[in-house]
């Protein structure tokens, strides 16, 4: 977690003594000034009071009647199933040959996160697998199977193949004695529909929620690199990283924020990227479709034109990502909120998870420009050590990298959801064990989370809920 915006950190300084020496609990000040909280309102104009099933679902207020239209039309084609070529549903056809979902929504439930298979065998409903070949030269795209395995097809086109993901339970204790276990995953691919794969690097991906997109991608490339601090100058030993990636559109370089790798700098980027890789559909920004040379039956079988997606379209979907609101924390003053959110601070955790930014001007979404946010994010790369590695590069990120997600909203995606599992392959079971995985630049906010007595422990936990 990590370091940069001092003056947007909450007003109080906390004494922590980690007990490092005797393995003693951290301990809190308890002659503390009030704090004053960040706003209720996490995405300043663009915040919505909702705490229904709904949250992640709704317009930010104050949109025209036509952009509450290009809303509706965007929330349709997010939603509705795409089919197999040639068919009657003219415009909604071409899906696949090989796919993970037939619609943007299959991933991103009520436009929320995505969970792994709940047992052992149950399909990838909002999960994806990422794979490298590991070859003499380096790592590579798979030959054969590409960056991106997919385990559906459409009738007659064998898909790749299938994925089971199984748990090795690790136990751990907090530094009161209270015990906790944590889970790590392992992924398998059987069911090989092409053959077979040699050597290959895994990596598991859960949907992110897609509210609040609009206010990340008006956050000016300045602010973030403001961030940045790849060579630890201050020695604070956090080291967040830009990402550079190519803007299609544009040809510009800009500073990525979408993706578990940051690998996308706006929101058309990442919805065009998802729509060939997730669900095989072609777009003038991806216009190729993703099947290899080796899958001939695959690069055979019928299309749904050239691209499968409208720009109209595909500006619809993007739109209605754009205007998502952000749900309000909820209890935001509640002393146990306002004392963990101290201790989030204290702990080092706001280092990173960045309370508060400003984003720049928006044309046409007055709502979205100029805004001061809540997010908890610094959308840079930061390692998170060897426990959260995949070991599988993505551009300049390394396997070690991960971008910081933001955390508003975190605690209404059991609401929403129906869950609660974190992390970039959802392997947390909720917000203490995601923290507890953290290693490398996050190593030492990890531990002392784990020499929190348990009132504090809950106290922080009880802030991460209000968000």
């Known amino acids: 977690m990590k370091h940069r915006i001092a003056v947007l950190l909450p007003a109080v300084v906390i004494a922590i003594g980690l007990g490092a ?82 619609n943007c929504s299959g991933c991103h439930f009520r436009d929320g996160r995505g969970r792994p298979p709940a047992a052992v065998g149950d399909p990838l409903e909002s999960l994806l697998v990422r794979l490298s070949a590991v070859t003499p030269a380096g790592e590579i795209p798979h030959p054969v199977y ?9 009738p007659g086109i064998p898909r790749e193949g299938s994925v089971t993901i199984t748990y090795e339970e690790i136990h751990g204790t907090y530094a009161d004695g209270t015990p906790y276990t944590l889970r790590r995953p392992t992924i398998t691919l059987g069911d090989l529909g092409y053959g077979p794969l040699g050597e290959v690097r895994l990596s598991a991906r859960s949907a992110p929620a897609v509210f609040g997109v609009g206010l990340l991608e008006a956050l000016p490339d300045a602010t973030l690199l403001a961030l940045a601090d790849p060579e630890d100058r201050n020695g ?21 924020r979408f993706g578990w790798n940051a690998g996308a700098a706006t929101i058309e980027q990442q919805s065009a990227g998802a729509f ?40 619809r979907v993007v739109e209605y990502q754009r205007t998502l609101a952000v749900p309000a924390r ?47 994010t610094d959308l840079l790369l930061h390692d ?19 971008k910081t997600p933001p ?22 079971r909720g917000p203490a064990e995601a923290i ?32």
Do not use: M
């Open 384 to 402: 998170l050590g060897e426990g959260l590695a995949d070991h599988r590069a993505e551009g300049s990120a390394t396997g070690r990298q991960w």
């Open 407 to 428: 955390l508003w909203g975190l605690g209404l995606i059991p609401t929403v959801n129906g869950h609660d599992l974190l992390l970039h392959d959802g392997r947390a």
């Open 436 to 467: 507890l995985w953290h290693g490398g630049e996050a190593a030492t906010s990890a531990e002392a989370f784990r020499r929190l007595p348990r009132d504090q422990r809950e106290d922080l936990l009880a802030f991460l809920r209000s968000l």
């Open 21 to 102: 020496a005797c393995g003693g609990p951290a301990t809190v000040r308890q002659d503390l000034p009030p704090i004053t909280p960040t706003s209720g309102r996490s995405g300043g104009a663009a915040t919505v009071t909702d705490a229904s099933g709904d949250a992640f679902a709704l317009p930010v207020p104050g949109l025209t009647r036509e952009q509450r239209r290009a809303f509706a039309v965007g929330n349709s084609f997010f939603n509705d199933p795409w089919v197999v070529a040639p068919a009657s549903a003219a415009g909604r056809d071409g899906l696949g040959p090989l796919f993970n979902a037939t």
């Open 330 to 376: 909820r209890e935001a003053d509640a002393p146990p909120v306002r004392r963990g959110e101290a201790l989030f601070t204290a702990i080092g955790c706001a280092a990173c998870h960045t309370p508060t930014l400003v984003t720049g001007t928006v044309p046409g979404l007055p709502a979205l420009s100029g805004q001061t946010i809540h997010p908890y």
């Open 236 to 256: 604070d030993g956090i080291r967040g990283v830009a990402r550079w990636v190519t803007e299609p559109r544009s040809g510009q370089q800009r500073v990525g």
């Open 276 to 315: 060939a890789g997730d669900l095989g559909i072609t777009s003038s920004l991806d216009p190729q479709d993703h099947a290899t040379e080796a899958q001939i039956e695959a690069r055979q079988a019928p299309h749904g034109g050239t691209p499968e997606l409208s720009d109209h379209k595909l500006q």
């Open 146 to 154: 590409g960056e991106q395995w997919h385990d559906k097809a459409i």
